[in-house]
């Protein structure tokens, strides 16, 4: 541990780690770094924003049979939402990092690595490169800027630094190629881990998570939509994206003061079965629906998506469709998928059922990223029984998800008198109706038409016409309402 006085306000600076470059001063925020025995101020390093994350500099824990120290943190931006990455250093003296991206840990050390590695923009999410010895799937490929740093670091960092990054996933191992010095990436493997694993402690609490989240430091706003004036109501710190229910102007959080980022016209609100806010208990956690969120399939088939947060528990969602109600989290361990019919998550074998392209029609609330109307993603689902899995393709990002059906017993359990028993009651649509008889039709009139088949095909064809079209009809004007 080295000493050192901050050259800006005389403030005492620790360098815990030999390896560290800079460090930010806690009182002035000066940028401190290291250079042999002398110490130099370059500059101002901006406040992170303080958000719905636990860990804070000092956070202890173990990874194996070492423990660890939470000693440096820097806050990164991309067009979509932020993430953290928290600097670890270990009891033997080595050196790890700590990704936190919406309530999901990736624990990833530097290794070194003489094979030819692709170049930045030849990585595209979902695509396979072997690596290190395996296979593996592209999460995620971003260009991200840095928007503020706390404590001390391995590499000189300000405001504006920029990293080219991508992610990349087997099962539950993780690799991340960091080209932001080189065209010629660092190479950083872990896997994905929790903080019960980790076994951490010093954490932040859930009422200060709750206080100061969504807030700079020795900074207390108050948010009023910047378009229309009127209040949103959303939790502080699980914010990076908010849609005014009012005016639907999109505000973003992630500066120091709420921008209107696009602004539209004035409209109402969609009615939705659980209204936003809405408070639920689940497994003994009270949870807030603080988005909604609704999407629409290539073939016209709509549904409802709810995201609901603990701050302890982290984020869930509960999506509404005209089948019934499920709940669905994002996934720590990826299946096995080749691109393929089948994928594999532990020894369950999921088979393909669909893929389509689900395109955003409504939000409103806050959400962990940025969201909009028009967003779309390329959905594969595959299937096991009633339970199910989902990937989630776009330019950028490969997710994966898995849910499971939940009666609305459950979700009136849940929500008590938060939500209207009448609207429980899951909806055949009338498209799928139309479908039924119509192939009841053709089942009915099928040894007339192999009989006599030059005139009874048309008669059946118009029987079929009358049935689907004021069916699809009446089921285009429903989701236009929507």
């Not at 960091?178 to 872990?190: H, L």
């Not at 980790?198 to 206080?211: K, M, S, V, Y």
Request: net charge negative.
């Amino acid at each position: 541990m080295q000493n050192v006085s901050c050259p800006s306000c005389g403030a005492n600076v620790q360098f815990k780690s030999h390896a560290s470059v800079i460090a930010v001063c806690e009182y002035c925020k000066s940028t401190i770094i290291k250079d042999a025995d002398a110490v130099k101020d370059i500059g101002r390093m901006s406040d992170v924003l303080d958000d719905y994350s636990p860990i804070q500099i000092g956070t202890a824990g173990r990874f194996g049979s070492q423990g660890f120290t939470v000693i440096g943190r820097i806050q990164l931006r991309y067009d979509a939402g932020l993430w953290n990455e928290w600097y670890l250093l270990f009891d033997d003296g080595n050196p790890a990092w700590l990704s936190d991206a919406s309530g999901q840990y990736t624990l990833t050390f530097e290794k070194q690595n003489g094979a030819l590695l692709p170049a930045f923009n030849d990585i595209h999410a979902g695509s396979l490169y072997s690596i290190l010895g395996q296979t593996w799937i592209a999460s995620d490929v971003r260009t991200a800027q840095c928007t503020g740093g706390q404590g001390e670091l391995p590499f000189r960092v300000g405001q504006g630094w920029e990293a080219k990054v991508a992610d990349l996933r087997n099962g539950r191992n993780f690799l991340t190629l960091d080209y932001a010095d080189a065209d010629r990436p660092k190479v950083y493997a872990g896997q994905s881990v929790t903080l019960d694993q980790l076994q951490c402690q010093l954490l932040r609490d859930e009422d200060t998570i709750r206080n100061s989240s969504g807030k700079l430091k020795s900074k207390v706003e108050r948010l009023g939509c910047p378009s229309c004036g009127s209040n949103v109501n959303f939790v502080p710190g699980v914010t990076v994206h908010i849609v005014c229910p009012s005016c639907r102007a999109e505000i973003d959080t992630t500066t120091r003061t709420a921008a209107v980022m696009e602004a539209s016209h004035r409209m109402t609100a969609n009615t939705t079965t659980v209204e936003l806010g809405a408070k639920a208990t689940i497994g003994g956690s009270a949870y807030l629906v603080i988005g909604v969120m609704k999407r629409r399939d290539d073939e016209g088939s709509s549904w409802t998506e709810y995201l609901m947060h603990n701050p302890g528990k982290g984020f869930m969602w509960l999506v509404e469709t005209g089948e019934g109600w499920f709940r669905a989290k994002v996934l720590d361990e990826w299946p096995l998928w080749n691109r393929d019919e089948t994928a594999k998550l532990g020894n369950q074998t999921y088979r393909k059922e669909y893929e389509y392209d689900a395109a955003v029609t409504f939000a409103a609330g806050a959400f962990n990223w940025r969201v909009h109307a028009g967003d779309t993603v390329r959905v594969t689902e595959f299937s096991l029984g009633k339970n199910s899995l989902a990937a989630e393709l776009t330019a950028n990002e490969l997710t994966w998800s898995q849910s499971a059906p939940v009666s609305a017993d459950q979700i009136r359990a849940w929500f008590g008198t938060e939500v209207k028993a009448e609207k429980l009651q899951p909806k055949t649509p009338i498209l799928s109706i139309a479908k039924y008889f119509m192939y009841g039709l053709l089942a009915f009139n099928f040894i007339p038409l192999m009989l006599e088949f030059g005139h009874t095909w048309k008669y059946v064809l118009f029987a079929a016409a009358a049935i689907y079209v004021p069916a699809w009809g009446i089921s285009k004007m429903n989701d236009e309402r929507s």
